[in-house]
């Protein structure tokens, strides 16, 4: 939608600094985004300078991925590429997946292990599990000609390293010395959110990879969209997951960057028709499970809240949806595009039937899953929808213009919160 022109909402423009795109965001509001941004592809490199390479704390891996020294996954900070591996001592390191020779990837498989280093396939050149350059191939030349001059100081050379930092079991890392801790980073209360669903061992149960045709912010907004869940998805309207009848709230952190939505069943909402009144397609009377065993859930949490769904800024996801439980990584592909990194999760003292129960209940999210399959399809119809619209503004006014923990989900406080979070690392 276009936005309005009432002077409430009129400022006098600030323009993006280091955006290079010419463009300019249309005033203070954080409920008034322009188009462009989901396009400019100046605006997407300044991005991942300031963002993912600044100083934000960027979700890579589960801890439970690295179990023993030389265990490693790679994965991408941005479009940085990057390894993650178990050091000799213990501690979890990550650096830049690139040779200081000419430049090759040094690993190539998304996850293996190593005996004490890597090395390139190129030119063979070998790192140690820190990311530091200790060797390489005929450095003294062959037959006593040729090879490295010797001024050539290994110690000088050598893939970025990043700090990183082990929360609740997952991994995120970091290129700048000023991210602060990752307590503070997210705050108490979503610190709380997340230390609710990951309490104890957890195990990966599955993981896949989605691609999705539209801008990363896309679907970051989708995630803390607690506006649109009820009425996209027939399946949360139908079976009463989540709507927005129903108890429940959403948290955001006081900077914006992050936030936890939750859904908390009412007795009284089994019969409240205010879906149907309204004409909603969410709410479907002819919608059955063959199966209706699929949502046989148990409150293992002990507080009622059915779903939660909790973001890390800028890329990380994390999912209660009655008993599935599942980490999600946005990661930049370009303006256009983007990948979903997911992992479902369990827990290592799960009993049989929770096992159970978790594998059949992922079957609610994911490229075909019964809730999110929708979720795949409307960030690409932003994209195209607004493909002539870059100078125009989306209306993002749900539950007012701040960006402050509100308890409904009839609010678009989270994303503003983004919104407000992103203009600030931007314009650093």
Same mark, same amino acid.
Request: charged share 20%; aromatic share 8%.
């Given at each position: 939608m276009r936005g309005s022109s009432s002077a409430r909402l009129c400022y006098s423009p600030r323009r993006m600094i280091d955006g290079g795109s010419g463009r300019e965001w249309p005033g203070a509001s954080l409920a008034r985004v322009p188009y462009w941004v989901y396009q400019d592809d100046a605006n997407y490199r300044a991005e991942l300078r300031h963002i993912f390479e600044g100083p934000a704390w960027n979700y890579v891996c589960l801890a439970s991925d690295l179990p023993r020294t030389g265990d490693y996954r790679t994965t991408f900070l941005g479009e940085m590429p990057v390894i993650v591996v178990r050091g000799a001592e213990g501690?979890?390191? !990550? $650096? &830049?997946?690139r040779c200081a020779h000419r430049g090759a990837l040094i690993a190539l498989d998304d996850a293996g292990s190593t005996r004490g280093h890597f090395q390139c396939v190129y030119h063979a050149w070998t790192y140690d599990l820190?990311?530091?350059?200790?060797g390489? !191939? $005929? &450095?003294?030349?062959?037959?006593?000609k040729g090879g490295m001059p010797a001024t050539f100081c290994k110690a000088e050379h050598g893939p970025r390293k990043l700090r990183t930092t082990v929360l609740a079991g997952l991994v995120f890392a970091t290129l700048s010395p000023d991210t602060p801790p990752i307590e503070e980073y997210l705050g108490d209360e979503v610190l709380g959110r997340l230390r609710r669903v990951l309490h104890k061992e957890a195990r990966v149960m599955g993981r896949f990879v989605q691609a999705l045709p539209n801008n990363w912010k896309l679907y970051v907004e989708n995630v803390k969209d607690t506006y649109h869940a009820s009425l996209l998805h027939t399946f949360f309207g139908t079976?009463?997951?989540?709507r927005l009848t129903q108890g429940g709230g959403i948290l955001v952190s006081p900077d914006g960057a992050h936030h936890a939505s939750y859904t908390i069943d009412r007795a009284d909402d089994s019969r409240s028709t205010a879906y149907r009144e309204q004409g909603i397609r969410s709410e479907n009377q002819n919608y059955r499970l063959a199966d209706p065993s699929l949502l046989d859930a148990v409150d293992e949490f002990g507080d009622g809240i059915q779903l939660q769904i909790l973001t890390v800024f800028p890329n990380l996801v994390l999912q209660q949806i009655h008993n599935s439980l599942a980490v999600r990584q946005v990661l930049p592909k370009g303006p256009g595009a983007m990948e979903l990194h997911w992992t479902y999760l369990g827990f290592a003292d799960d009993t049989p039937d929770m096992q159970r129960r978790r594998?059949?209940?992922?079957?609610?999210?994911?490229?075909?899953?019964?809730?999110?399959?929708?979720?795949?399809?409307?960030?690409?119809?932003v994209q195209r929808g607004v493909a002539a619209a870059g100078d125009e503004v989306s209306v993002v006014n749900m539950g007012g213009e701040g960006a402050e923990s509100q308890e409904?989900?009839?609010?678009?406080?989270?994303?503003?919160?983004f919104w407000k979070a992103y203009r600030r690392y931007m314009e650093a």
């Open positions: 501690q979890i390191h !990550a $650096f &830049e997946n820190e990311g530091s350059l200790v390489i !191939a $005929f &450095e003294k030349g062959s037959n006593g079976f009463r997951i989540t594998m059949k209940q992922s079957n609610l999210v994911g490229p075909a899953g019964y809730v999110s399959m929708e979720d795949g399809c409307v960030g690409g119809f409904t989900r009839a609010t678009e406080a989270s994303v503003r919160g």
